[in-house]
């Protein structure tokens, strides 16, 4: 519990002048609260935060709108999140 606690600390810091927005930090919170960086060494948690911010930004956009227009989790949708997040867990290195 004190190890998933550290890694929610560090992916609450934000940069000074680059704010996430709402979507965003509902997906790095959904990772850290859900066990996904349990297995994440906490000094590459800085890495792993900007990694999947990219790849939902690139390849995954319509995730980020889903929570942005609907402005609440479904269960279904919380299902596609889990499977994306279990996806990019495996492909972060």
């Known amino acids: 519990m004190l190890n998933r606690g550290s890694k929610l600390t ?4 934000q940069s ?3 704010p996430l927005t709402i979507e965003q930090q509902v997906f790095v919170l959904f990772a850290g609260v859900k066990g996904y960086l349990d297995k994440i060494d906490i000094k590459r948690i800085n890495n792993f935060e900007r990694a999947l911010l990219t790849d ?5 956009s319509e995730l980020l709108n889903t929570i942005k227009t609907k402005k609440s989790i479904s269960p279904e949708f919380e299902k596609d999140m889990h499977n994306y997040m ?4 495996s492909s972060f290195k």
């Open 56 to 60: 939902l930004s690139q390849s995954h």
């Open 86 to 89: 279990a996806q990019f867990i």
């Open 10 to 13: 560090e992916l609450l810091k």
């Open 16 to 18: 000074q002048f680059s």
